[in-house]
């Protein structure tokens, strides 16, 4: 029999996607969202532009409301209301009205549980000062942008997805920005090098970039807020904004006994059940399988919370007949000014940390064909499994197709794609749009060549004094740009009359700008005898990131 009264704790992503789905699934159930803040399905993803005036109209957070879900969806929807205690044996919820300060108890058939993640507010001294906000809510965001009204100098701590997106907004609001970073790089998820374009940016607009320090504590002062670091340095702020990462809201479910993860993360089965068969739960506040490992994650994104809120509501009304939870990839883009980063799938530092065997190549190349106007570089990087070419993770960054890409990858992840797959796939390519050999063909062919051991590549410049280092960029740019080690230069197009110049008893390493050249060059030494390896990625940091990359077509 179909359950009648469903009761959903939280009623922004997977509340109101579960709840949205139940009421397709079933006109008869009484579905009623308990809600402890004033909206119900706002964009949160969007907060932040509204503070910078990106999305100028507030209004369109409000993506519905208590009465839109009443018309739309015959929801019932109680805002500034909170959940307060389950009772799992006597399937009831008891809830507290913010307004009146009433409890009640509602009997449930089935409830959900999306109450989402919290921004950790760490217990430091000083941290209750009004002027030192965490943004989660359309409230958050208004006093953010009331207090941003007054003071020209911001402080934002955690240099994760939304704290670069804070820094980027503010500074369009004209302010003195800080950004300060607790690991030696911007997007912590990131493996560092693949940062590093995007720490230029920020660099580039204004903002101060402060990597490896922490925040010790805040003195509130009348005119300003200090921040003071680890490390002694204090900064002098009108707002501070902390964005070091979330933590589950799961203290209704702890105290109901249900079944957390060792971070604190609700466990659930496929069908997004919890350890009580009438309890579901989503979101942020849920653990699942990863979707590239048999292991488990969290992942605090928007896709994930709306998917596992549908798949609880398909499991409630189609029972055997609903498609599980697949698990989690962790696919997460983010935008500083002109530059564009992203992952999916695991990191190098998150598969050394696990200890899995991987093999990695870095390509370069433009967003489309180098001809066609307004061509702009791009970086991408791939992980793979060893024995099978199986697709483990990819990065990318850019100035524009990153998501394109990305999106590509994510995909391949997700089919069980190997890297000999990613060279036959057939990208759409027209010159406004990519290249004949998309970058994503180009990580393909580059993973197939090591495969096939037609070249060794190295990410780190060689320290060993025996080892001969040729750099076949253009005598202009090696001057230019001089590798930070001793090299021979030996432009690319005189390799071949050149040789005489090499000695092949001991190992050599090319590079060039992109990874390309070096590449190429590689070729030709191994064919003439030598012990070669190529610098893969190439030197691109002495290079214009902005102008495209000028890389030949062979
Ligand atoms: C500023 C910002 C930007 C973001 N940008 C992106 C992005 O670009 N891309 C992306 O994928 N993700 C982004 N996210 C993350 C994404 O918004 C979350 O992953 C998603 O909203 C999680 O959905 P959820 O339903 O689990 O939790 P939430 O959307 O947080 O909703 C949970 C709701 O439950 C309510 N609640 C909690 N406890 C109770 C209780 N006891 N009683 C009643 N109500 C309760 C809360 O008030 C809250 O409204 C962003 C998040 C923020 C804050």
Redesign the pocket.
Known sequence: MNPKKLVV???????ASFAARARRLNEAAEITI????PDVSFA??G??YHIGGEIPARDVLAVQTPQSLKDLLNLKVRTQ????QIDPIGKRLQIKDALTGQTEWMDYDKLML????SPIRPPISGIEDERIFT???LQDMDRIIAAAETGMRAVVIGAG??GL?MAEQLCRKQMKVQLVELMNQVIPPLDAPMTMLLESELRRNGVEVLLGDGIRDFRPENEHVTCRLNSGTCLEADIVIMSIGVKP?NE?ARAAGLTLGVRGHLVVDEYQRTSNPDIYA????VETLDRVMPARTAV????P?NRQGRVAADHIFLGEKARPYPGSLGT?IVRAFDVVAGITGWSEKRLQSAGHAYETVTVNDNHHASYYPGAKPMTLKIFWEPNSGRLLGAQVTGFEGVDKRLDVLATAIIAGMTVEDLCHLELAYAPPFGAAKDIINLAGFAACNRRDGLVKHTPELPTDPRVQVVDVRGKPLAEAFPPPISTLNIPFPTLRANLGKLDKNRPVVTLCAFGKMSYFAARILSQQGFDVTSFSGGLKANVDPRSPAKLPTA
Do not use: T
Not at 114 to 117: C, I, K, L, N, Q
């Open positions: 704790v939280g009623g922004v992503a997977a509340g308990i809600e402890r803040g949160n993803c907060l932040p209301c909170e959940a307060i999306s109450p989402g993640a943004l989660r809510n997805f939304i997106e809201d209704l989503a979101g942020d506040a605090p994104m928007g896709g919370a997460g």
